[in-house]
């Protein structure tokens, strides 16, 4: 693809309940971000991928927080039981190398209602 | 903490006119990004400067760091109404986790 995909792009959910955003990144991509934004805010720095090694999760906010890159490729990022906190912007970048230009996805919004 | 913490936060200007903002940071650096939102989503790449560099140009924007105060500063000449967005600043830090740590973005408005 031209760029890198987010799905789905809105998500409404009860509280409590699980969710699954997805990221593509650019295909050759090495690196791979997740970043949270609530509304108004800076980038929250979530997780990290690069090639095969051990993925950078010292952003993640709580255990209900996962993420996983299959392939060096697509990544999922899983919340579980949600919370209203939980509400934010999610937005996926990716680089061809670590810390060079990132290019990101138009993010998931998502609400815990 | 955020890496970069820019400033002013907000700033509303004329087309035509020049707007600067800035960047500071804590630890040392190996490069610097701006980056661009509008409309809340994604994010695109400005400039990258690295820490050997003292200035940056791209068309309409002049990127500066100074390494010995910890600040950068981006200078958009001549806005456009176009221009009115949110602007990051995005550090890579020097030996040791290969985060992009982002500030909490300037807003710049530009009224026709």
């Known amino acids: 693809g031209a760029g890198v995909s987010q799905s789905p792009s809105n998500k409404v959910t009860e509280k409590g309940k699980d969710v699954e955003l997805r990221c593509d990144p650019i295909?050759?991509?090495?690196?791979l971000y997740w970043y949270r934004q609530s509304l108004g805010q800076g980038l929250e720095f979530l997780i990290y991928?690069?090639?095969?090694?051990?993925?950078?999760k010292s952003g993640l906010p709580s255990d209900r927080f996962s993420a996983e890159r299959t392939g060096g490729s697509v990544s999922t990022l899983t919340i579980q039981r949600t919370q209203q906190e939980d509400s934010a912007v999610y937005l996926c970048?990716?680089?061809?190398?670590?810390?060079?230009?990132?290019?990101f996805g138009q993010g998931t919004r998502l609400t815990v209602v | 903490s955020q890496q970069g913490e820019e400033d002013p936060q907000a700033l509303s200007i004329q087309e035509g006119e020049n707007a600067t903002m800035n960047c500071s940071y804590k630890t040392s650096i190996n490069n610097l990004q701006w980056y661009r939102q509008n409309s809340g989503r994604g994010l695109v790449h400005l400039i990258l400067i690295r820490s050997n560099e003292r200035e940056k140009h791209s068309g309409r924007l002049r990127v500066t760091l100074d390494t010995s105060k910890k600040s950068s500063s981006l200078l958009i000449t001549a806005s456009r109404a176009a221009d009115t967005a949110s602007y990051f600043c995005a550090t890579l830090p020097k030996g040791g986790n290969n985060r992009l740590a982002f500030g909490k973005g300037n807003q710049v408005v530009v009224i026709p």
């Open positions: 295909s050759g991509h090495t690196a």
């Open positions: 991928f690069q090639g095969n090694s051990a993925p950078d």
């Open positions: 970048a990716s680089s061809y190398r670590t810390g060079e230009k990132a290019f």
